[in-house]
C-alpha cells in the first residue's frame, strides 16, 4: 500500500521567503509544521540502498501510541542547534567531519523531520545570492557555467537521517518539501550537492542526479566530494509520473513514488505560500 500523507488540519505554515518566525511564537506548536503523517513504518528499509554502510535490518516497528511524523522549518536556534547534532552524530559515524553550528542563515531554510519529541532528520536548501553557495568553495566554475545558461540554481546540503529510522517516507518528504520550497516558490531549475563518491549511485537511482564536478578533497568534510546536479523538470515529470503511488509503483526503485501526489503538493504549495 501507499503512504497516505496527512496535512495536519490546523498547520499554517511559515512565511515563504523566511524561516524567522513572528516575535513571541511558540516554534514548536503545530502551526509551524508543514506536514503531519502517521508514525514512521520500519516496513520498508533503506538498508539495501542505504547512503551509508553497516545499518542493521529488522528495527522494531514504531507503536501506534507514538506521535505523528512531523516535518518543520528550523525556525529557532535550538531547533538548529538539534539538526546540527543530529549532523555531527550522523557525519561522525561516518568518519566525516561535521561544521560547528552556524548561525542563521537568511537565505538557506532548514527542514526537520521530528518523531515525537526525537529529531529523525534533517535537510536544508541553500538558495543563491551575491555571496554564493557553499558549494562555490570548490566548484564555482561548474556552478557559473549554469549561472552563464540562465539557470537559477540552489544546493541540497547538511542531509542527515538518524540511521535506526531510515525510510523511503522520511527522505522522500524532506527531498520532496525542499523541491516544493526550492522550485515552486524561488524558482530554481537545478539544484546541486555535494557528495562523497560513494554515494554517487545512490543518488541517481533514487532522484535522478548527474555528475556536475569531478572528484575533489572536500575541507568542510575532510573527505572526497562530487558534485552532481538535478534539474527541476525532471523531478516535475517523475511526480507527475509516480507522485503518490509508493508501493503501488511496482518495480520502480526511486524515491519518486513516496513523493507527495501532484495534488497534494500543489496543496502544500498554496498553504506554504498564501497561509491557508
Not at 512565511?15 to 511558540?26: C, F, L, M, P, T
Not at 533503506?46 to 522494531?60: N, T, V, W
Not at 536544508?124 to 553557495?133: A, M
Not at 552532481?228 to 509508493?246: N, P, S, T, V, Y
Request: hydrophobic letters at 40%; glycine letters at 8%; aromatic letters at 8%.
Amino acid at each position: 500500500m501507499g503512504f497516505r500523507r496527512t496535512p495536519h488540519p490546523d498547520a499554517k505554515p511559515a512565511d515563504n521567503k523566511s524561516a524567522d518566525i513572528k516575535a513571541g511564537a511558540d516554534p514548536d506548536k503545530w502551526a509551524r509544521t508543514i506536514i503531519g503523517m502517521p508514525p514512521i513504518s520500519r516496513v520498508r528499509s533503506l538498508a539495501s540502498l542505504s547512503i551509508e554502510h553497516g545499518e542493521k535490518e529488522g528495527a522494531p516497528q514504531a507503536s501506534p501510541e507514538e506521535e505523528m511524523f512531523k516535518i518543520r522549518l528550523a525556525t529557532s536556534k535550538d531547533r538548529r542547534e538539534s539538526a546540527s547534532l543530529l549532523i555531527q552524530k550522523m557525519y561522525s559515524w561516518r568518519g566525516y567531519a561535521a561544521d560547528s553550528p552556524a548561525a542563521h542563515d537568511p537565505n538557506r531554510i532548514t527542514l526537520v523531520a521530528n518523531q515525537g519529541d526525537v529529531m529523525i532528520g534533517t535537510l536544508s536548501i541553500g538558495f543563491d545570492s551575491p555571496s554564493g553557495l557553499l558549494a562555490d568553495e570548490m566548484y564555482k566554475a561548474e556552478i557559473d557555467t549554469l549561472r552563464a545558461q540562465g539557470s537559477q540554481v540552489g544546493e541540497l546540503i547538511k542531509l542527515a537521517v538518524d540511521r535506526d529510522l531510515r525510510s523511503m517516507q522520511v527522505l522522500a518528504a524532506l527531498f520532496h518539501l525542499a523541491y516544493i520550497y526550492g522550485r515552486n516558490i524561488h524558482n530554481l531549475t537545478d539544484a546541486v550537492i555535494e557528495v562523497n563518491p560513494r554515494h554517487i549511485g545512490f543518488y541517481k537511482m533514487m532522484l535522478g542526479f548527474e555528475l556536475l564536478g569531478e572528484e575533489k578533497m572536500c575541507p568542510r568534510a575532510n573527505a572526497p566530494a562530487v558534485l552532481l546536479r538535478l534539474k527541476a523538470d525532471f523531478i516535475i515529470r517523475q511526480i507527475q509520473k509516480f507522485g503518490g503511488l509508493g508501493d503501488k509503483a511496482r518495480g520502480e526503485r526511486s524515491l519518486y513514488p513516496y513523493f507527495f501526489s501532484p495534488d497534494e503538493e500543489a496543496g502544500i504549495t498554496h498553504r506554504l505560500m498564501f497561509g491557508r
